[in-house]
């Protein structure tokens, strides 16, 4: 049984930092598209982030400069590194582990990342 689960959240204030972990179980997932997704209060879940099995990311235009994506397929582990952290960016924030060839992708519940002012 496949299964990914998000770490690392909690309440920060503004400017400081926090990273999350998203660790996946039950298959390889060294060939797939990670991505990270958030979802404020009353709005609509986005992208942040996401990183190729091949190492190649890209990010929000929001996000840019102050987080950083990374993955480490010996653990099945990725990676969101968050910087100068803004009250905007509080959220739940979501892995997403996607196999393109296989039509399949998963989602972690989610973990709650709060920035005070």
């Known amino acids: 049984q496949v299964q990914l689960v998000e770490s690392g959240g909690g309440l920060v204030q503004a400017g400081g930092s926090l990273r999350l972990s998203c660790a996946a179980s039950g298959r390889s997932f060294s060939i797939d598209v990670m991505a990270w997704y958030r979802q404020a209060p009353g709005k609509q879940r986005e992208l942040v982030a996401r990183?190729?099995?091949?190492?190649?990311?890209n990010y929000a235009d929001s996000v840019k400069g102050r987080f950083t994506i990374s993955k480490d397929n010996a653990k099945n582990t990725g990676y969101l590194q968050m910087n100068s952290l803004k009250p905007e960016d509080t959220a739940i924030y979501f892995c997403n582990r996607d196999f393109p060839d296989e039509g399949i992708n998963y989602w972690g519940n989610g973990t709650l990342v709060t920035v005070s002012s």
């Open positions: 990183i190729t099995s091949g190492g190649d990311t």
